[in-house]
């Protein structure tokens, strides 16, 4: 299939919400999309606003070729860079401080996995095909879903789709992952889902979900720092986005989720406690005032039940958005 038709297949999860609530505060201000995969959300972002420009970001060479081919109706407004997202916010923001960038009006990240990855990328994503176990967003990533499989000891392995996967049956796949690679390196998808699928009790076999779904999940988030990038990416997004910028958060798991609803919440604070006081109740500066955030979501948003009908890809879904963060300098 040409890019063209696997870009127009693609559906952009909650992108309703999204504009609705990552709103420009100017109308030509900068926009960053932070994991641009397939540019649905981009391509509807600059549609709807004829004066923003963009900075597309993604760790896939392959995917942003898509993503470019998608967005050449808008090449005078938007810039890309193939990279992992923390790499780039961490230096963009270093770039601003220097006064060598400006500030973002509107940030967006959709953290989930794009559904090419799935499909078309033939890296072992997909636990219904047969596939090298590569599983790796970026050619830049030291090692592959096969080198963790074969490479990582029982206990490593174990954490990994215990905490990462939040699987029951971290042990026992576990046991009969290092079980079978003894026997014979582990590097197809197909052999690794059988592998698990064996492994959990008769009556897990058969649910809504594969038995593998968990393992590969975690498997995959451990192959590509996923956690880890976030936590980084998104610290170093709120101290750069300017103070009446809007930054949005779409999340597929408890696990990423969590992590934006802390560092919301740990960056939040009351607008009119923060320009008269501090700990000490004596002024504070209006600039440090302009750093605190207003979570503008007071619990996640849920995709609506007429989208998951027609994408059931956004079932698990959830929502976040706060405005402000960075400040003047």
Do not use: W
């Not at 636990?127 to 000891?153: C, H, I, Q, W």
């Not at 490593?156 to 290092?178: N, V, W």
């Amino acid at each position: 299939m040409s890019s063209e038709g696997i870009s127009m297949r693609h559906i952009p999860v909650m992108l309703e919400e999204t504009l609705k609530y990552l709103v420009p505060p100017r109308p030509d201000c900068l926009m960053i999309d932070a994991t641009l995969g397939m540019a649905g959300h981009s391509a509807a972002f600059l549609s709807r606003y004829p004066s923003l420009r963009l900075i597309g970001v993604d760790a896939d060479k392959e995917l942003q070729s898509i993503a470019k081919a998608r967005l050449e109706p808008y090449a005078a407004r938007t810039n890309f860079y193939n990279t992992y997202f923390d790499v780039f916010f961490n230096s963009y923001l270093e770039e601003i401080e220097q006064g060598k960038a400006e500030r973002p009006g509107l940030i967006l990240f959709d953290f989930g996995v794009s559904m090419y990855h799935f499909t078309d990328s033939k890296r072992g994503f997909s636990l219904k095909k047969d596939e090298y176990l590569d599983m790796r967003l970026s050619e830049k990533a030291e090692k592959s879903a096969a080198d963790l499989v074969n490479g990582l000891s029982e206990q490593q392995l174990y954490k990994i789709i215990s905490d990462y996967g939040e699987e029951p049956f971290a042990h026992k796949i576990t046991l009969a992952i290092t079980r079978e690679r003894r026997l014979a390196r582990i590097e197809n998808s197909a052999r690794l889902a059988e592998i698990i699928k064996s492994a959990v009790p008769p009556k897990a076999r058969y649910g809504k979900i594969h038995p593998a779904t968990r393992t590969f999940q975690a498997i995959r988030i451990a192959v590509n720092d996923e956690l880890g990038r976030i936590e980084r990416a998104l610290t170093a997004a709120l101290a750069a986005i300017e103070s009446n910028g809007i930054i949005g958060c779409i999340s597929f798991h408890s696990l990423e989720d969590r992590i934006v609803k802390q560092l919301f919440k740990a960056k939040a604070c009351s607008q009119e406690k923060a320009r008269y006081t501090n700990r000490d109740d004596t002024p504070i500066v209006e600039k440090e005032a302009e750093r605190c955030l207003v979570v503008l979501t007071k619990k996640p948003v849920e995709p609506t039940v007429d989208e998951v009908s027609k994408n059931p890809a956004a079932r698990s879904a959830k929502f976040r958005a706060a405005k402000g963060g960075g400040g003047q300098k």
